[in-house]
């Protein structure tokens, strides 16, 4: 984790919906923060030592603070656990700067942004900017009950259509996804957050539409197809010291790196935040991630080393 990172101070926590913290950061000693543009997150390093990424919702006019939200986990493996039950106003932690895979084409003639549940943060930032900026756009807010949902007063402050769903009304059916990317003109832009049946309803729903118009965040890892690459050992070659490492059937390049004392960005190890992306030179890799568009795999430049591998026996990486 050799990301150079910020301290912040935890400002101020409070209740946004049933199981749903919002947390304020800013520097202590009250100085900007690096800017951020529409669907960026930053890691949170918390002093159990975990490190979580979490979207920011604030306006990107906000200098001085981040503020991100927080859904308690029923699985958590100590991370939003953690936060809701132990982190206080007033501690200090260290953050990463912002990083967005989730950027938002600001000039798109309409907008549409379909959240779920606490998937709802990102969706906040850009509802924010594009109110800010006067373009058009509608919001569809789905939850499991009215108590669940966040930032709703928020948004509809803003004055542009937020359709609410919630599940508990509809005798439990989650949002028809395909009516509302059907409904909307020509060119319209749509962007969905939220838990993974919505993101697959959410891909079978605009899989027609033209290229980079559906853009899709995951915040745990996409369900990827099986793959018919054998898990063999393989040959890692790091272009930058000339070094070639074995990376074991039963390891990430990832962990063979650290294994080895090579230090390396990471954050998620789970294909999500694309902190570990790394540039490829030579080979072909196993995308196992959850972040790169089709268009992205298939021209091999990149990879992520937490979750992808190699078809083949040899890879050189830009380390
Ligand atoms: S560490 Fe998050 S994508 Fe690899």
Redesign the pocket.
């Known amino acids: 984790m050799s990301e150079t990172t910020i301290e912040a101070r935890v400002q101020r926590m409070e209740w946004a919906a049933e199981d749903i913290l919002a947390v304020e950061l800013r520097r202590p000693d009250g100085a900007a923060l690096p800017a951020f543009t529409p669907g960026a997150h930053i890691d949170l390093h918390l002093p159990n030592g975990l490190v979580r ?1 979490y979207s920011l919702l604030n306006d990107i006019r906000d200098s001085h603070r981040y503020v991100v939200a927080v859904g308690l986990d029923v699985h958590s493996r100590g991370g939003s656990k953690f936060i809701h039950t132990e982190l206080r106003a007033g501690q200090k932690i260290r953050i990463s700067p912002p990083r967005n895979n989730f950027p938002l084409v600001e000039n798109a003639p309409k907008v549409v942004l379909i959240a779920g549940g606490i998937g709802v943060t990102p969706l906040v930032c850009m509802a924010f900017r594009l109110a800010a900026l006067g373009r058009p756009y509608e919001f569809y807010l789905a939850a499991r009950n009215r108590a669940r949902a966040a930032f709703i007063d928020e948004l509809n402050a803003l004055g542009q259509p937020v359709h609410a769903h919630f599940d508990s009304e509809h005798d439990g059916a989650p949002l028809d996804i395909a009516p509302v990317v059907a409904a909307a003109p020509a060119g319209t832009h749509f962007y969905c957050c939220g838990p993974g049946p919505m993101l697959a309803a959410f891909e079978a729903a605009t899989a027609h539409l033209p290229e980079g118009h559906a853009h899709v965040e995951y915040f745990s890892a996409r369900e990827q197809p099986k793959s018919d690459v054998p898990e063999g050992a393989f040959a890692l070659t790091l272009a930058k010291s000339g070094r070639t490492l074995t990376v074991q059937a039963d390891k990430t390049i ?1 962990e063979a790196l650290l294994d080895a004392g090579i230090d390396a ?13 790394v540039k490829v030179i030579t080979g072909v890799p196993d995308h196992r ?3 790169l568009s089709k268009a992205e795999r298939e021209s091999n430049k990149t990879m ?4 992808s591998r190699c078809k083949g026996d040899q890879l050189t990486i830009d380390l």
């Open positions: 990424n990832l960005d990471y954050s998620c190890q789970d294909g999500v935040c694309g902190t570990c992306e991630d959850s972040l992520m080393i937490c979750v």
